[in-house]
């Protein structure tokens, strides 16, 4: 208790509190942009944090991830298009509700119950992560290879409609992993005879042109156009105590669906909020209001996307396995400052632990205040159109990437993944497992090498682990199961179009 | 109607198996890189006979090259039974590329460009790099019913101010040294 008080009032200090609460104000704005996110704002932050200390910039990056999927609240209300994928369900009734001139409960609501499920789920991440970590503190290489794999296979599978597509993405991301120098024996590989490969390539040029170049070039090519909003006013809290009392259940329910999607692999609050929000309509005993300005819709959906942040962060932490992408560029920030996340990380990194769970709450905070102090701001400031936005965006990004080892090569490389990242949107094959396959990649050619080093070259050990076979063989099942459910679903559709 | 969406599917599935061919060729140059590695090295730190730096490598892009191809067979297959449902003359076919056809010039501008600010910055600095790039690449998103003098100006407001306002932090507070091209001699940058 002392040591989080301590990490608790360090945090409090002038400069950290200052770089969260920008964090959270900017982070608010890239979810309320439709078009930006709050991946693509932890990514544009990456290149600062990467010069930052560590406690300073892991609260940066949280405050940034907390703000980014609770700003996407605002447009999903105000212009009904989700800011961000996780307030998609937040347009079926808060839209209806604001043009019912209901716009200050539904803004009020979806703030009040976003803060409140943020801080359930921080208070689940800090219950759950270091029981977690303490099972998995005995984990080798065999478990952790097993780890790795299957934290792929899931992200390949879950992410998009096409599984093939999902695993091309990984396998495409594992190679960018691989140019360079190879674990254990630093054997030089894939450099193409270019010197410069041979360290590999920087992630943060990497991550930042896989995903930020692409939303450039999308909107190049297909502008978003959304009208002028305008801000409500939002007395109090926006909605009565009795309104409250009625949407306690609901609130808790949709923050532990939020939760547990959260904790889950490649699924995160772009899930959990569509989740939430049928199970609130199939419980509910008016369903058919559900879609014409209800707040038990808002507060479904707001909850469940903002529990799943401590619920993406407890594998995160407990295990090294990123629950969703913003959850990946977390790790690669952490990765970039050279701190090794998983079983260890509570023993290894007491007062960075402690200062994430105190950034969690600090942050909580922060969004509550500044969504609900600043709500005309952010409205004025979404009128800024994205043909301003994104080239300032692109700008910092490669002036982010030239930072992190001060060499133009970066700028080159984020250039290419830019253009590698756009093909694979425009093909429909989905960003995030490329993402973690870059950054989980090495770690898993590490397990399996210091693996079979310990086995005398012999795969047998990794299937002989309980651990690791469990864990293997979920990831293969999830495969299988996934492939199987495709063909049937083929199949369906072959005898449909037949019978028509 | 239905032959410009049946023609407009097609073009996406050729695209596809292009991506998809692409990919193969790509996990393919990958395997044959991996026996450029040098082993005489590796075999020896690592201690073991058979897992070596190429074992990973081989394993994955071998992985990369079934799936690739997997994914051509599901494109022609997917090519051939749309191909099969209508057939559209080649005028008709050209028509509809013909009205799709801005859609990639914009972006293929964008990387041009992004191109073009890379190489420029060790010669122009990245302040006045900065200030061209912004120019030209509002200038690209800019909508055709949006331009007029308010929008050149909040343009020029813009990418004169961000450089700068970017640059400054970046040099003060990180202590990044970033080329300053004909700026070098200028005592306050």
């Known amino acids: 208790m002392q040591e989080f008080l301590a990490a608790f009032f360090n945090l409090c200090s002038p400069a950290i509190m200052g770089w969260m609460i920008v964090g959270t104000a900017v982070g608010i704005l890239f979810g309320a942009v439709p078009g930006m996110s709050a991946g693509l704002a932890v990514t544009v932050f990456l290149p600062i944090t990467y010069g930052l200390d560590i406690i300073t910039a892991a609260a940066l990056m949280i405050s940034l991830y907390i703000g980014g999927i609770s700003g996407g609240l605002i447009s999903a209300i105000l212009i009904n298009i989700p800011g961000t994928p996780s307030s998609v369900a937040t347009t079926f009734d808060g839209s209806p509700m604001a043009k019912k001139g209901e716009g200050g409960k539904a803004l009020g609501a979806a703030v009040f119950f976003s803060f409140i499920a943020t801080l359930f789920s921080v208070a689940s991440l800090i219950c759950i992560a270091p029981t977690l970590a303490k099972l998995a503190i005995k984990f080798g290489p065999y478990e952790y290879f097993a780890i790795t794999a299957c934290s792929m296979l899931l992200v390949a599978g879950l992410f998009g409609k096409n599984m093939i597509k999902g695993l091309i993405s990984v396998l495409i991301g594992i190679s960018a992993g691989m140019v360079g120098m190879a674990p254990v024996d630093a054997a030089i590989r894939f450099t193409f005879g270019i010197d410069a490969f041979r360290t590999g390539f920087h992630a943060i040029p990497v991550l930042v042109g896989l995903f930020a170049l692409p939303e450039v070039l999308a909107y190049a090519r297909k502008r978003i156009v959304f009208e002028q909003m305008q801000a409500p006013k939002v007395k109090g809290l926006g909605f009565s105590f009795t309104e409250f009392k009625e949407q306690i259940v609901n609130f808790f329910r949709s923050s532990l669906i939020g939760l547990g999607i959260g904790i889950l692999p490649g699924i995160g609050a772009g899930t959990s909020n569509l989740v939430a929000y049928a199970v609130a309509k199939n419980s509910s005993k008016t369903p058919e209001k559900f879609g014409q300005g209800e707040l038990s819709g808002v507060v479904a959906s707001e909850s469940a996307n903002n529990a799943g942040i401590g619920g993406a962060m407890i594998p995160l932490l407990s295990l090294g396995i990123p629950g969703d992408t913003v959850t990946v560029m977390l790790l690669a920030g952490l990765l970039l400052q050279g701190i090794q996340v998983g079983p260890r990380f509570f023993t290894s990194y007491p007062d960075l632990a402690y200062s994430i769970f105190g950034a969690l709450i600090i942050c909580s905070f922060l969004m509550f205040i500044i969504e609900n102090l600043g709500m005309r701001l952010f409205v004025k400031l979404l009128g800024v159109p994205l043909h301003f936005l994104l080239p300032v965006v692109m700008f910092v990004c490669f002036l982010g990437s030239y930072s992190a080892t001060n060499n133009m090569l970066n700028m080159w490389v984020l250039l290419i993944f830019g253009i590698v990242g756009y093909i694979l949107t425009r093909v429909e094959v989905p960003l995030g497992p490329a993402i973690i396959g870059f950054v989980l990649g090495p770690s898993s050619e590490l397990y399996l090498r210091r693996g079979l080093q310990m086995s005398g070259d012999s795969f047998w050990p990794f299937i002989q682990s309980p651990l690791a076979a469990t864990i293997m063989a979920v990831g293969v099942l999830f495969i299988i199961w996934k492939a199987v459910n495709g063909i049937r679903m083929l199949n369906l559709a072959k005898k449909e179009s037949h019978t028509t | ?189």
């Open chain 2, 1 to 189: 109607m239905k032959l410009n969406s049946t023609v407009k599917h097609l073009n996406k599935e050729i695209n596809e198996l292009l991506f998809s061919l692409g990919i193969f060729a790509f996990f393919a140059l990958m395997i044959y890189q991996t026996f450029l590695i040098s082993n005489s090295l590796t075999r020896g730190f690592a201690g073991g006979v058979v897992v070596d730096a190429t074992t990973y490598p081989k394993i994955f892009c071998g992985l990369g090259l079934v799936l690739s191809l997997v994914l051509i067979i599901q494109n022609l297959g997917r090519i051939k039974k749309k191909a099969g449902s209508i057939e559209p003359t080649e005028g008709e076919i050209a028509s509809v590329e013909k009205k799709g056809k801005p859609s990639w010039v914009k972006p293929l501008l964008s990387i041009i460009l992004a191109a073009l600010f890379i190489v420029s910055v060790n010669v122009l600095g990245v302040i006045v790099g900065g200030w061209l790039y912004l120019l030209a690449q509002i200038a690209i998103l800019l909508p055709e019913e949006k331009r007029g003098p308010k929008a050149y100006v909040i343009t020029c407001i813009i990418s004169f101010a961000v450089p700068l306002a970017v640059y400054l932090p970046f040099r003060y507070i990180f202590y990044v040294m970033f080329p300053l091209g004909i700026f070098k001699n200028i005592g306050i940058f």
